[in-house]
């Protein structure tokens, strides 16, 4: 028989030959994934190697997120918070059973606990198992060893509870005695000022013709001319009272126009009123009067007069219980059109804004018929009147909106017509002898003033005046700069040591630095 030609015969031997070298390589490709798959575990899990140790753990600190660590109910972070927790209970716990040893032991390993996590937080490493179980094993040995003396958990809990509102009562009184220390802080006159008062006042005996010359500027009719324009400020601090009035005439078109109405205690007359004899500010008119010169107010007159001599006489070791309440230089804003008989509007300037615009545009702001201009501060819900006054009383429940937007104080225009026909300081006197025991409201004049006011008050464009410099490390610098007044309200003042420093700049800019007393007294 005739053998085929090759390329007719059966392929068999040559197709089991090609399906052996088919499973020979998948084998060999296999094999080649596990060795590369076992090879990248292996480095996946081994330790580093030293040259890529500083970047492996630039990686770890980039990716680790401590707080998400600490929540982790399985990392070894979060076991060790929670028994530290633990073990802080059972210290106070020991310590009340006056189990000394225990608590010594307790307080050591919490002292190991919080060094560990905190090298992990900074270093951006996990806790291993090796780090935390000798701590962990020592901690469960001791809160054993705690429930072992009877220090079950009712007791913890009751322990902790009593313990937490330990802790809030204490918070409490430190947040009121922080504002009562901040409040000292401000108002109490700092060595630098009573320095400056005291060179002025022997500059005031040194030379009797500045006592002449007040004399005679008592006189001027420019006090009484209502073409001019009049700004009342009521202060005992020279320096501020100077800035308030140097910044006022800086942004004036026409500063001869303006008349200043300064009033102060019998302390700082002399001094306020050298200053200002001495220091000419581009023409304006200065008055200088002291408190102790209005015989007028007295207890007879003055609810609140007959209440600081009441205060007085009860409590001799203390000059007042409340600082606010005690300087009637704060309650002068009430008695305007008594000081200032013969005029018809003035603006009141507190002694802690800086002026920055032409002020004199605010004579020209309609009133419609109310007594005070004032920017509204309701933008956030703190100051509304339910804030400020006590509306638990009927007498303020009946008559006010606990809802009605409060206002500010420090940069106000008074009408003094409107305010003589609304009766407006026998209203502030009514209010005043109703809160005699302070249930109405309890510090400050602005509870009294929201009172007083009610229904007189014309809002104005709040970038007539800007609040918050004294206490908010926030405001926004555009709203600073394009506000006619800014208010350095709270207690950094822009004078002390405390005062928020992105501020000062603008409060610096108006201070005589080359007054020769300033230069002494005045370090900057």
Known sequence: ??????????????????????????????????????????????????????????????????????????????????????????????????????????????????????????????ITLEEAHPIVSRLAQLIYKAQDSHYDISTTIVTLKNHALSLEERAKAAIVQSAEFGRLAAEAMSKNLHCLNIKLTEEWFANPALKRLSNDNRNSPRLVDNNLYHFCIFSDNVLATSVVVNSTVSNADHPQQLVFHVVTNKISYRAMTTWFLSNDYKGCAVEVRSIEEFSWLNA????????????????????????????????????????????????????????????????????????????????????????????????????????????????????????????????????????????????????????????????????????????????DDRLIESAAVVHYSGNMKPWQKLAISRYKHIWEHYVNLSHPYVKECIMY
């Open 1 to 126: 028989m005739r053998r085929r030609a090759p390329e007719f015969r059966r392929p068999a031997r040559r197709r089991l030959s090609d399906w052996i070298w088919l499973l020979l390589g998948i084998f060999v490709l296999a094999g080649l994934v596990l060795f590369v798959v076992h090879h990248h575990h292996q480095e996946q899990f081994d330790p580093p190697t030293r040259d890529k140790v500083s970047e492996s753990a630039e990686i770890s600190h980039e990716s680790l997120n401590f707080t998400q660590e600490l929540l982790s109910s399985t990392s070894f972070a979060r076991q060790l918070a929670d028994q530290m927790t633990l073990a802080k209970a059972y210290v106070i716990i020991a310590k009340e059973q006056h189990n000394l040893q225990l608590a010594w032991e307790l307080s050591s390993q919490i002292r190991n606990c919080q060094r560990l996590l905190s090298k992990a937080a900074v270093g951006g490493k996990v």
């Open 300 to 475: 007879s007159y003055s609810p609140l007069v007959k209440q600081l001599l009441t205060t007085k006489t009860q409590d001799r070791d203390t000059k007042f219980h409340n600082g606010k309440f005690a300087s009637l230089l704060n309650y002068l804003r009430f008695y305007i059109p008594q000081i200032h008989p013969h005029l018809e509007k003035v603006v009141f300037l507190d002694d802690d804004v800086v002026v920055q615009k032409d002020l004199t545009a605010l004579f020209s702001v309609e009133l419609h018929g109310n007594v005070i201009g004032a920017v509204e501060t309701c933008l956030e819900a703190f100051h509304r009147f339910y804030k400020y006054l006590n509306f638990s009383n009927p007498l303020i429940n009946s008559k006010f909106d606990p809802q009605a937007c409060g206002w500010a104080f420090g940069m106000n225009i008074f009408d003094l017509i409107a305010w003589k026909k609304g009766n407006v300081t026998a209203q502030y006197h009514y209010w005043q002898d109703q809160n005699a025991d302070q249930t109405l409201w309890r510090t400050g004049t602005l509870p009294a003033g929201l009172l007083a006011f009610y229904g007189l008050m014309e809002p104005l464009d709040r970038r007539w005046h800007v609040l918050g410099l004294g206490h908010d490390f926030e405001i």
